[in-house]
């Protein structure tokens, strides 16, 4: 297993699913949402420190290199729900 | 009247474009052909060069742009940032070559010629592991088209064709997410592998063979 399989299955494992279309991993119930460039560049510890952080009080915590506009957010948010 | 989409947009600016992709190609086909024809025409009868050219299609075009946002998708509220001339391979050559003294050959020849092109060699896995050369610049025809020329071993090549046809040709979202998926890209890392296996084997066994007829 490879580090980038270990991290998807860290997340797969905590709930994330993998939404084809967009290539982000997403979760309802915590409301956060990893793109996969920010998996493939961030390490496994990184990652499993956000997921073990509580959920955002209001909305979706994007994980992204590059921050979405709010636009792209709202869309992302329709996709997820 | 409703508001032109960023896709409108980029459709449009693709049919102003087209032209001069035409051009690029033909003139980058033509370039590397004259260039490999003295190795075409010592070719032993296993060898092979195999040269293909395709100018990008308008929704493939799109398509490619959208799948550099992190999103997979344009932000509306900015439809100035996008430009299709920032894809580097609207117009594109490959070239398959078997056997490997070949495929180094073909390379050093059209790398000679293409010296101030920017390399971007196709690495793939973890770590990640080199598949073929590939390089991207412009040619006299355009100072706005940026072509590519890629040098590829040709099992390889010819893999890349049923990854293509199969997955990204049906121009369905969901299989090309699940391409890109690493559990699934892990499996096809072992497809690469066996193929560049394969050839060095069939190379070997060309080499014996040749031996044995001296």
């Known amino acids: 297993m490879t580090e980038l399989t270990e991290k998807e299955a860290l997340l797969e494992n905590a709930g994330y699913r993998?939404?084809?279309?967009?290539?982000?991993?997403?979760?309802?119930?915590?409301?956060?949402?990893?793109?996969?460039?920010?998996?493939?560049?961030?390490s496994r510890q990184e990652i499993q420190h956000l997921v073990d952080e509580p959920p955002p009080d209001h909305g979706w915590?994007?994980?992204?290199?590059?921050?979405?506009?709010?636009?792209?957010?709202?869309?992302?948010?329709?996709?997820?729900? | 009247?409703?508001?032109?989409?960023?896709?409108?947009?980029?459709?449009?600016?693709?049919?102003?474009?087209?032209?001069?992709?035409?051009?690029?190609?033909?003139?980058?086909h033509t370039e590397v052909a004259h260039l490999l024809l003295p190795f075409t025409l010592d070719l032993k009868h296993h060898e092979r060069i195999h040269i293909e050219a395709r100018a990008k299609e308008c929704q493939s075009a799109i398509d490619a742009l959208r799948r550099r946002e992190e999103?997979?998708?344009?932000?509306?509220?900015?439809?100035d940032t996008y430009t299709l001339t920032r894809l580097p391979?609207?117009?594109?050559?490959?070239?398959?070559?078997?056997?490997?003294?070949?495929?180094?050959?073909?390379?050093?020849?059209?790398?000679s010629k293409y010296s101030d092109w920017t390399s971007d060699p196709v690495r793939t896995g973890t770590p990640p592991r080199f598949r073929a050369w590939k390089y991207y610049g412009h040619c006299s025809a355009s100072s706005i088209i940026q072509a590519?020329?890629?040098?590829?071993?040709?099992?390889?090549?010819?893999?890349?064709?049923?990854?293509?046809?199969a997955f990204y040709k049906p121009l369905d979202p969901t299989l090309r997410g699940a391409v890109k998926k690493p559990t699934v890209r892990e499996?096809?890392?072992?497809?690469?592998?066996?193929?560049?296996a394969l050839e060095e084997i069939l190379e070997r066994e060309l080499q014996n063979a040749a031996k044995d007829t001296r």
Do not use: C
């Open chain 2, 148 to 165: 590519e020329l890629q040098v590829v071993p040709m099992l390889t090549g010819l893999f890349w064709h049923i990854e293509h046809d």
């Open chain 1, 18 to 42: 993998y939404h084809f279309d967009r290539m982000i991993y997403f979760n309802r119930g915590s409301r956060k949402a990893f793109s996969l460039e920010f998996v493939e560049d961030h």
């Open chain 2, 1 to 28: 009247m409703a508001q032109r989409t960023v896709e409108d947009l980029l459709r449009e600016e693709y049919f102003k474009l087209s032209p001069e992709i035409k051009r690029v190609l033909h003139q980058l």
């Open chain 1, 61 to 81: 915590a994007f994980y992204f290199n590059e921050p979405p506009s709010n636009g792209i957010k709202r869309q992302l948010i329709n996709a997820f729900e």
């Open chain 2, 89 to 111: 391979d609207l117009a594109a050559i490959r070239v398959l070559v078997f056997p490997k003294p070949r495929l180094e050959q073909v390379h050093t020849t059209l790398r």
């Open chain 2, 71 to 79: 999103a997979r998708q344009f932000d509306e509220d900015a439809p």
């Open chain 2, 187 to 196: 499996q096809t890392e072992r497809v690469y592998d066996a193929f560049e």
